[in-house]
T-cell receptor, first 116, second 113 residues
Framework: EAQVTQNPRYLITVTGKKLTVTCSQNMNHEYMSWYRQDPGLGLRQIYYSMNVEVTDKGDVPEGYKVSRKEKRNFPLILESPSPNQTSLYFC???????????????FGPGTRLTVL | GQNIDQPTEMTATEGAIVQINCTYQTSGFNGLFWYQQHAGEAPTFLSYNVLDGLEEKGRFSSFLSRSKGYSYLLLKELQMKDSASYLCAVRDRSGGNNRKLIWGLGTSLAVNP
């Protein structure tokens, strides 16, 4: 089954404790992206990756890091989480062609993060 | 600049028809997507328009007018399970990321019996 998986699905942590949210897709997609979703602010892109070893900042990258060492995986790293990073996080992937309906983004199930 | 507007909330009755509007401003339009998102879940793809006109998929249809920067999503024969947020997103090829989607804040639709 074609899918994007994320782990963990729920996480409660404390300020300053490094954490990693994993994301994996099995569709051989080139383009992967991390979003956070907050009430009243919608989906905001954190980082994206056009392909292996190619990553770039989105609209709200501060406090986050990513890596893309393999095509299927795109982990999100919070080196020193703070309460303002409490949010619902989504990983998404797409073919990466940049055209057509086939380049729609497929989303993982989400990770609800609470930073105390 | 880039901007997408859609109503915050709508209410409709089971069995009825509802139209959710989306207006956008972007310099490098390259397609418009509609996604459905149930509370606490991931957005799922509903429809795509890149040319003017109507695209129909079962109970859902989406319309686009590029000259007006306008789209709508039409939901027919509403069911209770259609209660969700509907997100309008525009793919923008200006700037460094031509796969980037500009997202609206979503329209929360409540379907009442």
């Amino acid at each position: 089954e074609a899918q994007v998986t994320q782990n963990p699905r729920y996480l409660i942590t404390v300020t300053g404790k490094k954490l990693t949210v994993t994301c994996s897709q099995n569709m051989n997609h080139e383009y992967m992206s991390w979003y956070r979703q907050d009430p009243g602010l919608g989906l905001r892109q954190i980082y994206y990756s056009m392909n292996v070893e190619v990553t770039d900042k989105g609209d709200v990258p501060e406090g986050y890091k990513v890596s893309r060492k393999e095509k299927r995986n795109f982990p999100l790293i919070l080196e020193s989480p703070s309460p303002n990073q409490t949010s619902l996080y989504f990983c998404a992937s797409s073919l990466g062609s940049g055209t057509g309906a086939a380049d729609t983004q497929y989303f993982g199930p989400g990770t609800r993060l609470t930073v105390l | 600049g880039q901007n997408i507007d859609q109503p915050t909330e709508m209410t409709a009755t089971e069995g009825a028809i509802v139209q959710i509007n989306c207006t956008y401003q972007t310099s490098g339009f390259n397609g418009l997507f509609w996604y459905q998102q149930h509370a606490g879940e991931a957005p799922t793809f509903l429809s795509y328009n890149v040319l003017d006109g109507l695209e129909e998929k079962g109970r859902f249809s989406s319309f686009l007018s590029r000259s007006k920067g306008y789209s709508y999503l039409l939901l027919k024969e509403l069911q209770m399970k259609d209660s969700a947020s509907y997100l309008c997103a525009v793919r923008d090829r200006s700037g460094g990321n031509n796969r980037k989607l500009i997202w609206g804040l979503g329209t929360s639709l409540a379907v009442n019996p």
